[in-house]
């Protein structure tokens, strides 16, 4: 059973970036689809882009297509979220998600494992 450690959070200003780093503890992405998702408060979980680990195909929500780049590092087993042009709306809890399947959905409940989460805040 893989485990997901998070970690690249934090704040920053309207106009910076942040990398997100999602990595594999137990076990290996091969096989996998992994997701970023994002909630703010009061707000339900929303996907923001995912990956098929093994062919690379990636998928975006439209809030983030062109300022968002998910990536994957197949040596460290793990997935990496690059968020430029950041907004004070990307304001969140960010999680990534991973499910044993080679079909990428959007919906959180597809999702079996899941990250802490990680904050990330945007001041304007």
């Known amino acids: 059973q893989v485990q997901l450690v998070e970690s690249g959070g934090g704040l920053a200003q309207a106009g910076d970036s942040l990398r997100l780093s999602c990595a594999a503890s137990?076990?290996?992405?091969?096989?996998?689809?992994i997701g970023w998702f994002r909630q703010a408060p009061g707000n339900e979980r929303e996907f923001v882009a995912g990956?098929?680990?093994?062919?690379?195909?990636?998928r975006y929500a439209n809030s983030v297509k062109g300022r968002f780049t998910i990536s994957r590092y197949n040596a460290k087993n793990t997935v990496y979220l690059q968020m430029n042009s950041l907004k004070p709306e990307d304001t969140a809890v960010f999680y990534c998600a991973a499910k044993r399947q080679y079909r990428l959905e959007s919906v959180p409940g597809w999702y079996d494992y899941w990250g802490q989460g990680t904050q990330v805040t945007v001041s304007s």
């Open positions: 990956v098929t680990w093994d062919s690379g195909s990636t």
């Open positions: 137990g076990g290996t992405f091969t096989n996998y689809v």
